[in-house]
């Protein structure tokens, strides 16, 4: 069965800083994705980044990047130069390619504060 | 414009009310889904519907009944509210080739 687990509950990072959030995951299948959101206290999800289990390049998008180590199986979410706006819960989620229902697992999330 | 549009946003009811949560895309995407968030945050996938049909049914009650009129409609029908029915309702919807699921404002239920 699929896995995602954040060993992070709560995280503090000073403003400008770099922060990295933890995500593994379990799966017995060859072809997934995976994926960040992030839930600021307004209570949306917003989607981050993807990133595929073929894809030879970690994925980037703006300040975010996903550190992909296929062998490890994790996925940590990297976030460079942190804002206040960052604080928020983020979730590491992953999806079956093979699963027609295209369905989400997601982990615990992590909650982290960007302190000024 | 909002690509995925749940209402109400919140709605607060009595045990044993019927309630209903309608969510819209305008993405056009083929795929919708209902995920359930708990009081410790944690997201659980219900329903996922694609093109209309129902794709699958995670273990939810009979309680809750989702209809799909149309690809960009997937309204969320819960009879005889409970008190543990109380939580954070978030529809997504997602579309080829990238199948990124976006996600709605969430809908805040509960039930007193």
């Known amino acids: 069965a699929q896995k995602i687990t954040q060993t992070q509950p709560g995280m503090f990072v000073q403003e400008k800083e770099a922060v990295t959030l933890d995500c593994t995951y379990d799966?017995?299948?060859?072809?997934?994705?995976l994926f960040w959101y992030k839930q600021p206290s307004s209570g949306e999800m917003i989607f981050l980044i993807y990133?595929?289990?073929?894809?030879?390049q970690n994925a980037t998008e703006g300040r975010y990047s996903l550190n992909f180590q296929k062998a490890r199986k994790s996925a940590n979410l990297v976030i460079s130069a942190s804002q206040l706006g960052d604080s928020a819960m983020y979730f590491c989620a992953m999806r079956d390619v093979m699963d027609s229902s295209y369905k989400l697992i997601f982990g615990s999330g992590t909650r982290l504060l960007v302190r000024p | 414009d909002t690509a995925v549009s749940q209402t109400p946003k919140y709605l607060v009811t009595q045990m044993g009310n019927d309630k209903s949560i309608k969510c819209e895309q305008n993405?056009?995407?083929?795929?919708m889904y209902w995920y359930k968030q708990d009081s410790k945050k944690f997201l659980k996938i219900m329903f996922s519907?694609?093109?209309?049909?129902?794709?699958i049914n995670e273990t939810v009650p009979n309680r809750f009944s989702p209809k799909s009129p149309d690809k960009a409609h997937l309204n969320l029908h819960i009879n005889s509210l409970e008190l543990g029915d109380s939580a954070v309702y978030f529809c997504?919807?997602?579309?080829?080739?990238?199948?990124?699921?976006?996600f709605g404002a969430g809908t805040r239920l509960s039930v007193l």
């Open positions: 993405l056009g995407h083929d795929t």
């Open positions: 997504a919807s997602s579309g080829q080739p990238s199948n990124i699921q976006y």
């Open positions: 990133q595929g289990s073929y894809d030879q």
């Open positions: 799966t017995s299948d060859p072809s997934y994705g």
């Open positions: 519907y694609n093109n209309k049909e129902l794709i």
